[in-house]
């Protein structure tokens, strides 16, 4: 079947300008992840969804950032009034809740540039 | 607080050569799991090995197999007869179904040379 899919693939926007990015999970997969990851760094969790609700949002660095998730599946990331430091790959990822190997499936990420 | 290590920013290996890479961690917990995912340059993240924490016997997938020691907080991957195909970023992370966070660690850079 499919597998998660991120869009856009890269995304390069002004300084001060927002941006949506968007990840399609895997169908019947009820947990979703967003990740950031920074130029030769690891992996920064952002914020955690079981179905629409989200019960972690440590992660987001600003109130700048936000998220959402619709109907258990699309989810949108939105970044208001992006800064330079926000350049970055955005990774999602979703995992089934009955699955007993926690294994998470990644998308491809979409490659943030801020000029 | 639940950590991933990876001393290790970068290594190379010879093809059909053998190359470990190391992962400590830390947790509290006592019921998780452990995993290396692989990041080729294409950016997706694919799965390469897990393992139960629970489960004594180390976990192999192939050429690819790891030293689990639990009582060290250890967890390393050897990858045997590498390929050119394995070369990527590869990161250890670990999962408490507790917290149902994913901790990564910062990731080891390997290259593998013809």
């Known amino acids: 079947g499919a597998g998660v899919s991120q869009s856009p693939s890269n995304k390069v926007t002004e300084k001060g300008k927002d941006v949506e990015l968007r990840c399609d999970p895997i169908?019947?997969?009820?947990?979703l992840y967003w990740y950031r990851q920074s130029l030769g760094q690891g992996l920064e969790f952002l914020i955690y969804f079981q179905g629409n609700s989200a019960p972690d949002k440590s992660g987001l660095p600003s109130d700048r950032f936000s998220a959402e998730r619709t109907g258990g599946s699309v989810s949108t990331l939105t970044i208001q009034r992006t800064q330079q430091e926000d350049s970055a790959v955005y990774l999602c990822a979703s995992s089934s809740a009955g699955s007993y190997t926690y294994e998470q499936y990644f998308g491809p990420g979409t490659r943030l540039t801020v000029t | 607080a639940q950590t991933v290590t990876q001393s290790q920013p970068e290594m190379s290996v010879q093809e059909a050569e053998t190359v470990t890479l190391s992962c400590t961690y830390d947790?509290?917990?006592?019921?998780?799991?452990l995993f290396w995912y692989k990041q080729p340059p294409s950016r997706q993240m694919i799965l390469v090995i897990r393992q139960e924490a629970y489960k004594q016997q180390n976990a192999t997938e192939n050429r690819f197999s790891v030293n689990f020691q639990k009582a060290a907080k250890s967890f390393s991957l050897k990858i045997s007869d590498s390929q050119l195909g394995d070369t990527a970023m590869y990161f250890c992370?670990?999962?408490?179904?507790?917290?149902?966070?994913?901790?990564f660690g910062t990731g080891t850079r390997l290259k593998v040379l013809a």
């Open positions: 947790t509290s917990e006592n019921n998780y799991y």
């Open positions: 169908s019947g997969h009820t947990a």
């Open positions: 992370a670990l999962y408490a179904p507790i917290i149902y966070k994913y901790i």
